[in-house]
């Protein structure tokens, strides 16, 4: 990933799933690959990152969902970058509105 991000003065992680399944893991997308994205971060002096979470991004919520962004969230905030999380309500994809039609 590190030569992917060589140049780069800001990352916007936005990666998610609502769950996982047999092909996505939820802790693949919300919690261990925003990790090493952070931590290579780091290494490359990115100093700017930001993080779209979610609002049930809480402990209390009991969803793998929920647990796996609070997981990156807490990671990100644990670091010595210049970060943000953003927590909105809802976030709307182009293939999740095309689902629904």
């Given amino acids: 990933m590190v030569p992917l991000l060589a140049g780069i003065d800001a990352i916007v992680n936005c990666a998610g799933i609502l ?4 092909a996505q893991s939820a802790e693949a997308i919300h919690a261990a690959a925003p ?13 700017r990152v930001v993080q779209i979470s979610a609002v049930s991004a ?7 969902y929920a647990r796996t962004k609070k ?3 807490d990671y990100l ?4 970058l ?6 909105p309500s809802l976030v709307y ?3 999740a509105m095309e689902a629904h039609r």
């Fill in 35 to 47: 990790k090493a994205l952070f931590d290579a971060c780091g290494a490359l002096r990115i100093r």
């Fill in 71 to 73: 997981a990156a969230d």
């Fill in 82 to 87: 210049d970060w943000v999380v953003l927590r």
């Fill in 93 to 95: 994809a182009k293939a």
């Fill in 77 to 80: 905030r644990s670091l010595d």
């Fill in 19 to 22: 769950q996982s399944s047999m």
């Fill in 58 to 64: 809480d402990s209390e919520a009991g969803t793998e």
